[in-house]
């Protein structure tokens, strides 16, 4: 079993509608971070988060430490949203393990 | 935008050759991170580093060396490239002062013919 686990692996939406991805993990961490990975592109960090909620725009990403979870929301979804957004989490190790990210297209 | 690069950016070497990927960063961050990413599979961990001249092994290390000399470079090594090492190469910097936000190279895409 992966130690980070992403749902849903895929996702397509129209344009407007509200994103929910969301990440478990299994390992005690000291942080959890989403990234975004555009096609053929880098990887951006969104967020890191050790507790509570953070939001920057249209997006909001919140962790419960207790239920081992985290979501990352996307409000008012636009094209240039379609990317594949990865979880990552630091371990106690200060290895960071990432999830196998989930790949989301949104449509016109 | 964090200063990491990484050279070079896509390489076609044939089997049984070295290759030397490298990672620069201007940030002075103590952990640096090489990760390989398959599809399939995501980001894997090969090597870091958390401090000059102290590395240690990922999850898929075989086939793999480090070097890290200098605070600003992480050297990766395939030292007899096979075509399994096919791949995109994303090298990572992290740093504890900074609240452990993770910085990315644009990746190294690498092709083992």
């Known amino acids: 079993k992966n130690e980070v686990e992403q749902s849903p692996q895929n996702l397509t939406a129209q344009e407007g509608e509200f994103i929910t991805i969301n990440c478990s993990y299994s390992v005690g961490i000291s942080a959890l971070h989403w990234l975004q990975q555009h096609p053929g592109g880098g990887i951006v960090s969104l967020f890191m988060l050790s507790s509570g909620k953070k939001k920057h725009g249209r997006l909001i990403a919140t962790i419960n430490i207790q239920e081992k979870h985290s979501s990352l929301h996307i409000t008012a979804s636009h094209p240039r949203d379609s990317a594949v957004y990865i979880c990552a989490v630091m371990n106690r190790d200060d290895k960071i393990i990432f999830g196998k990210g989930t790949r989301l297209h949104i449509l016109p | 935008d964090a200063g990491i690069t990484q050279s070079p950016r896509h390489k076609v070497t044939e089997t049984g050759t070295p290759v030397t990927l490298r990672c620069h960063q201007t940030?002075?961050?103590?952990?640096m991170y090489w990760y390989r990413q398959d599809p399939g599979h995501g980001l894997r961990l090969i090597h870091y580093?958390?401090?000059?001249?102290?590395?240690d092994k990922g999850e898929v290390s075989d086939g793999y060396s480090v070097s890290r000399s200098k605070t600003e470079d992480f050297l990766l090594t395939l030292e007899s490239a096979t075509s399994s090492q096919t791949s995109v190469y994303f090298c990572a910097i992290s740093e504890l002062s900074s609240g452990n936000t993770i910085y990315f190279g644009e990746g190294s895409w690498l092709t083992v013919v």
């Open positions: 940030e002075n961050h103590r952990y």
């Open positions: 580093s958390y401090g000059v001249k102290d590395t």
